[in-house]
């Protein structure tokens, strides 16, 4: 079956949001202000099931997609993951299902994960200093319990890659100190440039820390040499250190933007189907799954995927980035 869209990028990749809450208020991603306590989150019974879940998965690999990736708001939040991630590892043509998430809560679940299927998790820490990441999560954690997050992942034998985002005037100084801390570790630290999702974060071009910016940084200190992509659509621009063994990686969504390789489609946990992180509209599978079949499914998916010509980022511009969007706690990381 044809999983092309209108530029030739094949359907590979799905993002499902379990949930669109959050225990943090991340100022970038769900500012508390915004986020406040009268915010209205989905209702528990407008979450796709496990079962609705596993049946729109199935459907995606049947459309050639091998990689899962759980996020959110925070995925961990959500009940009894385990059980999805068991459901979704038994997936024909399903080959990798990784999770993002604060890590606050996996002291308390890297095990049953891992026994689950999981194989990998992607921990986001944008400080290494308490009192910076205190003001950045909005919820004065420090960084201790993600730390312990990051432990128990290895421990239970998850592979472990960490997420930063940097913001000027934010964390363009935690740079540094992350690295020094992570680089002796086996762990990837990637580095995501500061991006304009949804309407609440105040987003501007001035703000943007680019890779360029951040690797002139890290050039300073770090004797460091760029690594081959590992596959098609890699969206990370890796490199090693010379003297140790951790790894860092861009995600350079601004400066260099990858929408000829973007494979990507992603599930909210209300059971959108959204063709691009940037979009202003998502398409309701819900009646869909009424219908009770994967072909049928399928096929929709294969009809939205092929009309596709999704490419924000390529053409971002002053203009552009102030139109409506949907939010990224909502249509999930
Ligand atoms: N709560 C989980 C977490 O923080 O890892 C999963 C969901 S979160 C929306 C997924 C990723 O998106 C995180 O690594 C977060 O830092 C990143 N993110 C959120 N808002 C962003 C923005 N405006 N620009 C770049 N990355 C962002
Ligand atoms: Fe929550 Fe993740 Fe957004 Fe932070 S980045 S507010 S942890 S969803
Ligand atoms: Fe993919 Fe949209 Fe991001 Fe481009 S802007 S890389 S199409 S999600």
Redesign the pocket.
């Given at each position: 079956m044809n999983n092309k869209d209108m530029y030739k990028r094949p359907l590979q990749d799905l993002r499902i949001s379990v949930i669109d809450r959050?225990n943090?208020?991340?100022t970038y991603?769900?500012p508390a202000e915004i986020f406040g306590v009268d915010h209205e989150f989905m209702n528990e019974c407008d979450l796709l099931s496990f079962e609705e879940i596993e049946m729109l998965a199935t459907s995606f690999a049947h459309l050639g997609v091998k990689k899962i990736r759980i996020t959110?708001?925070?995925p961990l939040l959500r009940k009894d993951l385990d059980q999805l991630i068991k459901k979704l590892v038994n997936i024909d043509g399903i080959e990798d299902i990784g999770l993002t998430t604060?890590g606050i809560y996996l002291p308390k679940y890297a095990q049953q994960l891992k026994k689950a299927g999981l194989k990998r998790v992607n921990i986001?820490l944008d400080a290494i200093h308490n009192d910076v990441f205190k003001g950045i999560?909005g919820r004065n954690v420090g960084v201790s319990p993600v730390l312990k997050g990051i432990d128990a992942a290895k421990r239970a034998g998850l592979g472990v890659k960490l997420n930063m985002v940097v913001k000027k005037g934010m964390n363009d100084h935690q740079v540094i100190p992350m690295a020094s801390h992570f680089k002796d570790q086996d762990i990837s630290l990637r580095f995501i440039e500061y991006m304009d999702v949804g309407n609440s974060n105040g987003w501007g071009f001035q703000h943007v820390m680019t890779k360029k910016e951040i690797l002139n940084q890290l050039t300073q200190h770090f004797d460091l040499s760029p690594v081959d992509p590992n596959y098609f659509g890699e969206v990370a621009q890796r490199y090693k250190y010379q003297d140790a063994i951790g790894e860092i990686g861009f995600i350079t969504s601004v400066s260099e933007s990858f929408c000829s390789s973007c494979t990507r489609a992603r599930i909210s946990a209300d059971g959108k189907l959204f063709t691009c992180l940037f979009a202003n509209k998502g398409y309701d599978l819900r009646d869909l799954l009424q219908a009770n079949s994967t072909s049928q499914i399928t096929n929709e998916i294969q009809k939205i995927w092929s009309r596709r010509d999704d490419r924000y980022s390529d053409d971002r511009n002053e203009a552009n980035t102030s139109r409506k969007k949907i939010e990224?706690?909502y249509i999930g990381?």
């Open positions: 959050c943090f208020r991340c991603c769900m959110g708001g925070e604060n986001s999560n990224m706690s990381g």
